[in-house]
Nanobody, 124 residues
Framework: QVQLVESGGGPVQAGGSLRLSCAAS???????????MAWFRQAPGKEREGVAL???????VYADSVKGRFTISTDNGKNTLYLQMNDLKPDDTAMYYC???????????????WGQGTQVTVSS
């Protein structure tokens, strides 16, 4: 059973930075090197949208809205996924979720494993 636990959210002013973490635990070995992992977000009244994707082989994909501002990365030794968010904007306010899947790699919300989310609130 894959468990994902996000942390690092909170309030921040526009232009500021946050780093989100997603700790993955499982009995089947290192998660980031075996799974596609991604960050999603969902604002009130909106659909969940993909923000950043990391393939187990290393390539990354970003939503246009965050390109150049957000960076997805992993620390395989810690079995942890990160999302560095810079130059935050009020439109980035949302609940942020970590997701993992052995076979699906994409920014549609089809992954099998999800965390509970961490709230990011950006004030202007």
């Amino acid at each position: 059973q894959v468990q994902l636990v996000e942390s690092g959210g909170g309030p921040v002013q526009a232009g500021g930075s946050l780093r989100l973490s997603c700790a993955a635990s499982a009995y089947i070995g290192n998660i980031p090197s075996r799974y596609c992992m991604a960050w999603f977000r969902q604002a009130p009244g909106k659909e969940r949208e993909g923000v950043a994707l990391l393939y187990p082989t290393g390539p990354t994909v970003y939503a246009d809205s965050v390109k150049g501002r957000f960076t997805i990365s992993t620390d395989n030794g810690k079995n942890t996924l990160y999302l560095q968010m810079n130059d935050l904007k009020p439109d980035d306010t949302a609940m942020y979720y970590c997701a993992a899947d052995r076979t699906y790699c994409g920014l549609s919300a089809r992954a099998v494993h999800w965390g509970q989310g961490t709230q990011v609130t950006v004030s202007s």
